[in-house]
């Protein structure tokens, strides 16, 4: 008997890096994943070894080439890499050595490289031709500050052997020993250095972050034949057919393809992003206008996208730095030993405010807290913390596009709790659906793969059945108590604001 084909995917996250095959209705046969360290050197600080980040992704593809008999590894016929996205990796040309750390999206180290260009009266042109904000989550000051900051990467500079790669650019690095180093559009969308409607890199704004061209990955359609796994390496010879920015894979994973429907992802932040079709959907809200992904020619769907840099963050921070949980799932059963938060709010701006407050200098708080204030409360009011800075994104978006969103699809390691979900559902008055497999990010590139190998002829017939064996939460909240609740924490969020401490 012929196996049936399979499709690898590349999951390169913030905390873990992840390999795992699908069938081509987009069902998961097996995953392994390998952690990845996170390094904190300073207040706002977030980095990572980009040494470590390729170690840990071909750890992952190495425990699950193990765990596949020899029938199912011969059936793997494509590959595609997704990834965290704005995370800026600096190397050199000549050796592929790296040039400093990886700064990963959430650093915050260059608040004032952004504030300087916004003096200089930049933001306006950069924030219209790439829908995003001058804000040091993107990947164009990260870079400027490793440029001036960096010897390793000022000497490549000079020596015109620079490349600068988001993470997917990188890793397609690594896996093709350096033979391709390319960007797709879906993750280029993230850099404030591409033009969201010519689909091409901005010369002028390189300029402005120090970066010659010659550095910069050749940019791609998100599906294309980008070279094949090299000798020596786990799954050696299969080739790579699609690149695409995690959020975005979600988006696809989910099956939200048609204009107007939207998922969640509850990562190590949380994500909603919104497909707008064929049209850039801007928003005055702090929302942001993103490439969603583009066929293999670079037809594009956009999407419109609220980013909160911390979800699964506040989990661990409950588990390492509190130590009130010894596992994530724990937090679940410790919400459930009381009936609401009793009044205690979490806002988990531990790294400052995403959408819609931009925000590098707000820190997380803890309100409401009485002499009764037990660890459950503390736990349900995380949980809420999550889902209510959520209900806020979603409403601005119901506003940008002008409707109501029909369903929430939500996915990522969060999404596996109940409370939390019960709480989305309450805090926006929407329907929430949960797959029964979470990987939707790693699914939505596999599926990119597929199509571009010509085992998937189209998504259309999978999206029927996107509603089969998924989990539906529905709101137990009237309006009127809900509007009370979203008030007392919008309240909360205005006191995290701006706090220098």
């Avoid at 990963?104 to 930049?122: A, F, M, N, P, Y």
């Avoid at 009381?338 to 931009?358: E, I, K, N, R, S």
């Avoid at 390691?413 to 939390?420: D, E, I, M, R, V």
Wanted: hydrophobic share 40%.
């Amino acid at each position: 008997m012929v196996h049936q084909p399979l499709l690898l995917a590349l999951d390169q996250g913030t905390s873990s890096s992840r390999a795992a095959v699908f069938n081509p209705s987009g069902e998961i046969i097996a995953s392994c994943s390998a952690p990845l360290k996170i390094e904190y050197p300073a207040d706002g600080w977030v980095q990572q070894s980009p040494v470590d980040i390729w170690v840990s992704q071909k750890q992952a593809m190495a425990g699950l080439e193990k765990m596949l008999n020899d029938e199912q590894r011969q059936a793997v016929v494509t590959c595609g890499i997704t990834n965290q996205r704005e995370t800026t990796v600096l190397w050199n040309r000549s050796d592929s050595s790296p040039c400093g750390p990886a700064l990963v999206w959430q650093d915050g180290r260059t608040s004032e490289i952004c504030s300087e260009w916004k003096r200089e009266g930049l933001d306006q042109e950069w924030s219209h031709r790439t829908g995003l904000l001058l804000d040091p989550y993107f990947s164009a000051s990260k870079i400027h500050w490793l440029l001036n900051n960096e010897h390793s990467a000022s000497s490549a500079l000079a020596r015109k052997d620079l490349c600068f790669g988001t993470i997917e650019s990188w890793l397609l690095w690594q896996l093709t020993s350096g033979q391709y180093h390319c960007s797709d559009m879906s993750n280029a969308s993230r850099t404030l250095l591409m033009d969201l409607e010519r689909l091409e890199w901005v010369e002028a704004f390189c300029d402005t972050v120090g970066l010659p061209t010659q550095a910069l990955p050749e940019l791609v359609p998100c599906s294309g034949n980008f070279g094949k796994i090299q000798s020596g390496l786990p799954f050696a010879g299969v080739p790579i057919q699609a690149l695409l920015g995690d959020q975005q894979a979600a988006t696809l994973g989910q099956l939200c393809l048609k204009k107007g429907e939207a998922k969640c992802t509850y990562g190590t932040g949380a994500f909603l992003v919104i497909n707008t079709g064929e049209q850039i959907h801007r928003s005055k809200d702090g929302l942001l206008s993103t490439l969603g992904w583009t066929d293999s020619k670079g037809s594009p769907t956009y999407c419109l996208e609220g980013s909160l840099f911390n979800a699964g963050t506040v989990v661990q921070w409950l588990r390492d730095g509190l130590q009130i949980i010894e596992n994530a799932e724990q937090i679940n059963s410790l919400a459930n030993e009381v009936q609401d938060a009793a009044g205690v709010m979490l806002v988990p701006a531990f790294t400052g405010w995403g959408t819609p407050h931009w925000d590098p200098s707000a820190r997380g708080l803890i309100i409401g807290i009485t002499r009764d204030s037990q660890k459950g409360h503390l736990a349900r009011a995380a949980l809420e913390g999550i889902a209510l800075s959520v209900a806020t994104l979603v409403q601005l978006a119901q506003e940008a596009m002008g409707h109501q969103l029909s369903e929430l699809a939500v996915d990522g390691g969060a999404a596996a709790s109940n409370p939390l979900l019960q709480a989305q559902a309450d805090s926006t008055g929407l329907t929430v659906r949960r797959p029964s497999n979470l990987e939707s990010t790693a699914k939505g590139v596999a599926l990119l793969a597929g199509i571009q190998a010509g085992v998937i002829n189209d998504l259309q017939s999978l999206a029927l059945n996107r509603h089969q064996d998924a989990e539906i939460f529905t709101p137990k909240m009237n309006s009127e108590a809900r509007n009370i609740w979203r008030s007392k924490w919008d309240n909360a969020v205005q006191r995290s604001l701006k706090w220098h401490g």
